[in-house]
């Protein structure tokens, strides 16, 4: 295994203030005493690249076995911008995973070297971070100390660090994030740290995929480059195909200028393509190939290499759409993630009353009411049990009805939509009744397994256990239908 030197420009310490290299600086005293590598790879940022090329040169003439790789990087805020920072420290190094990597952790800015810290305990590369001592500071004072750092590991995510100390906000403000909901937007969080991972988000029509979709992009590196949406399910083959790749003025109706495409358009973003199964495998496969070499081939004009992040959204359960055959294999595989936001009728009951709660509070203050409309026993059961069918776009208009029509302070069942018939719903809304069809659904979902159920349910195994014995579930009778 070869083995390589990794460190950020030393500006403030490897130079002299009137700008000349300084020789007894923290790289060059490394050099001097403690360089047996293959190679050093230098990051430089793209404002000190003339600075790089000094201190090179003057490698060059000093030094017979030192040969320096600069590498200039874009970034934003050396001194404060810990996301661009980490994702481009991430980048280098993962570019060197074959070799053993030593991180000169001396130079740089603070923010460098906390993304350096952060690198070496996430990335599981064979990487070492070394802090050099000056010569006047040392233990022997005959050479400069080398220290390898370690630390301790504790169990606050980095990730979440990075997210709470850096962003400034927070994307998920406006959502209602149960329990069930939060996990999902973890895994989404930790899938938008990985810059080039795709992924597939799946779940009924109106449950959030595009929220969650726009919260991966803004939650990652590419927030400040566009974010684009594509439904697949609005537009013939042949324009979608034009919209991806770019178009000349007529080429459809409604073309009524140039094109250069969404693919291209999206080079450093994010392109959501919404309902995803419903595009040819002919379209499918052109993705499929884009993903393999970056390259867009335009109907019309030259090749163009873009980067660009794709999160496809299915109205289904994944396993569903492979069954059918409505997504290519091949292509799930490359992409290999998916996270399936759960319809509001999956979600555990308390988890669906506090959801409840939470819109009738927001909906009394977007009609500027001084407080919530008081729900009669029969309508909150009834939105409790209630499937709907189109999820949270269903809830926000059932409560704009009630809000609309109520006449003073109370709604009940007579201020629903038209459209819902209450005779085909549950003949019985408590609580107990509505809580025990749930569980005997989870438990046939899972097969009678208890654990698996009280997982997904968000409650004790124990809790769950007798839950069943109070609601005389007969468990014998849901294994055995999941056998047959």
Same mark, same amino acid.
């Given at each position: 295994?070869?083995?390589?030197?990794?460190?950020?420009?030393?500006?403030?310490?490897?130079?002299?203030?009137?700008?000349?290299?300084?020789?007894?600086?923290?790289?060059?005293?490394?050099?001097?005493?403690?360089?047996?590598?293959?190679?050093?790879? +230098?990051?430089?940022?793209?404002?000190?690249?003339?600075?790089?090329?000094?201190?090179?040169?003057?490698?060059?003439?000093?030094?017979?076995?030192?040969?320096?790789?600069?590498?200039?990087?874009?970034?934003?805020?050396? $001194?404060?911008?810990? @996301?661009?920072?980490?994702?481009?420290?991430?980048?280098?190094?993962?570019?060197?995973?074959?070799?053993?990597?030593?991180?000169?952790?001396?130079?740089?800015?603070?923010?460098?070297?906390?993304?350096?810290?952060?690198?070496?305990?996430?990335?599981?590369?064979?990487?070492? /971070?070394?802090?050099?001592?000056?010569?006047?500071?040392?233990?022997?004072? @005959?050479?400069?100390? &080398?220290?390898?750092?370690?630390?301790?590991?504790?169990?606050?995510?980095?990730?979440?660090?990075?997210?709470? $100390?850096?962003?400034?906000?927070?994307?998920?403000?406006?959502?209602?994030?149960?329990?069930?909901?939060?996990?999902?937007?973890?895994? #989404?969080?930790?899938?938008?740290?990985?810059?080039?991972? $795709?992924?597939? &988000?799946?779940?009924?029509?109106?449950?959030?995929?595009?929220?969650?979709?726009?919260?991966?992009?803004?939650?990652?590196?590419?927030?400040?480059?566009?974010?684009?949406?594509?439904?697949?399910?609005?537009?013939?083959?042949?324009?979608?195909?034009?919209?991806?790749?770019?178009?000349?003025?007529? =080429?459809?109706?409604?073309?009524?200028?140039?094109?250069?495409?969404?693919?291209?358009?999206?080079?450093?973003?994010?392109?959501?393509?919404?309902?995803?199964?419903?595009?040819?495998?002919?379209?499918?496969?052109?993705?499929?190939?884009?993903?393999?070499?970056?390259?867009? $081939?335009?109907?019309?004009?030259?090749?163009?290499?873009?980067?660009?992040?794709?999160?496809?959204?299915?109205?289904?359960?994944?396993?569903?759409? +492979?069954?059918?055959?409505?997504?290519?294999?091949? /292509?799930?595989?490359?992409?290999?993630?998916?996270?399936?936001?759960?319809?509001? #009728?999956?979600?555990?009951?308390?988890?669906?009353?506090?959801?409840?709660?939470?819109?009738?509070?927001?909906? =009394?203050?977007?009609?500027?009411?001084?407080?919530?409309?008081?729900?009669?026993?029969?309508?909150?059961?009834?939105?409790?049990?209630?499937?709907?069918? =189109?999820?949270?776009?269903? &809830?926000?208009?059932?409560?704009?009805?009630?809000?609309?029509?109520?006449?003073?302070?109370?709604?009940?069942?007579?201020?629903?939509?038209?459209?819902?018939?209450?005779?085909?719903?549950?003949?019985?809304?408590?609580?107990?009744?509505?809580?025990?069809?749930?569980?005997?659904?989870?438990?046939?979902?899972?097969?009678?397994?208890?654990?698996?159920?009280?997982?997904? +349910?968000?409650? =004790?195994?124990?809790?769950?256990?007798?839950?069943?014995?109070?609601?005389?579930?007969?468990?014998?009778?849901?294994?055995?239908? #999941?056998?047959?």
């Amino acid at each position: 295994m070869g083995k390589v030197l990794v460190s950020w420009l030393g500006v403030e310490k490897d130079f002299n203030p009137d700008g000349s290299v300084n020789l007894t600086g923290p790289t060059i005293n490394f050099y001097k005493h403690y360089y047996e590598y293959d190679f050093h790879v +230098l990051l430089v940022t793209e404002d000190n690249v003339e600075k790089g090329l000094q201190f090179k040169k003057t490698i060059d003439e000093k030094f017979n076995n030192i040969f320096i790789i600069l590498k200039p990087q874009a970034v934003e805020g050396v $001194h404060w911008n810990l @996301k661009q920072v980490k994702h481009v420290s991430e980048q280098v190094l993962m570019e060197l995973k074959d070799y053993q990597i030593d991180i000169l952790f001396s130079t740089g800015s603070a923010i460098m070297k906390i993304a350096w810290f952060m690198a070496h305990y996430t990335l599981n590369l064979n990487t070492r /971070l070394l802090q050099i001592i000056k010569q006047e500071e040392s233990i022997s004072r @005959k050479r400069p100390d &080398l220290y390898i750092l370690d630390f301790e590991t504790s169990d606050i995510p980095l990730e979440v660090l990075v997210r709470q $100390h850096i962003t400034g906000r927070d994307y998920t403000q406006d959502l209602i994030l149960t329990p069930s909901i939060q996990r999902i937007y973890d895994k #989404a969080f930790k899938i938008a740290q990985s810059v080039d991972a $795709h992924i597939f &988000l799946t779940g009924p029509r109106g449950i959030g995929k595009l929220t969650l979709a726009k919260y991966i992009h803004q939650s990652s590196v590419r927030e400040k480059r566009p974010f684009n949406t594509l439904d697949c399910a609005a537009y013939p083959e042949q324009e979608i195909e034009y919209r991806l790749l770019g178009f000349k003025k007529g =080429a459809f109706p409604g073309a009524i200028s140039d094109s250069k495409g969404l693919l291209v358009d999206s080079h450093g973003g994010t392109l959501y393509l919404e309902n995803f199964d419903q595009l040819s495998y002919r379209l499918q496969n052109i993705i499929y190939r884009f993903m393999d070499d970056g390259f867009v $081939h335009p109907i019309i004009g030259r090749d163009k290499k873009v980067n660009v992040r794709f999160i496809f959204g299915i109205n289904e359960r994944m396993k569903n759409a +492979l069954d059918k055959g409505t997504i290519m294999p091949e /292509l799930y595989y490359r992409v290999g993630l998916s996270l399936h936001l759960p319809g509001l #009728a999956d979600l555990p009951v308390d988890e669906r009353q506090t959801i409840i709660k939470i819109v009738n509070e927001r909906k =009394a203050k977007s009609y500027h009411k001084r407080s919530p409309l008081n729900l009669c026993r029969e309508l909150m059961d009834f939105l409790i049990s209630y499937n709907f069918p =189109a999820n949270f776009i269903e &809830l926000q208009t059932i409560f704009d009805n009630l809000y609309i029509f109520a006449e003073g302070d109370t709604a009940c069942v007579d201020l629903l939509p038209d459209y819902i018939n209450l005779e085909k719903q549950p003949s019985s809304y408590s609580l107990d009744d509505i809580e025990k069809l749930h569980i005997e659904k989870v438990l046939r979902i899972f097969k009678g397994n208890k654990s698996r159920t009280a997982r997904a +349910l968000g409650v =004790a195994l124990n809790t769950l256990k007798k839950k069943i014995n109070d609601y005389n579930i007969d468990i014998d009778a849901i294994i055995k239908e #999941a056998k047959s």
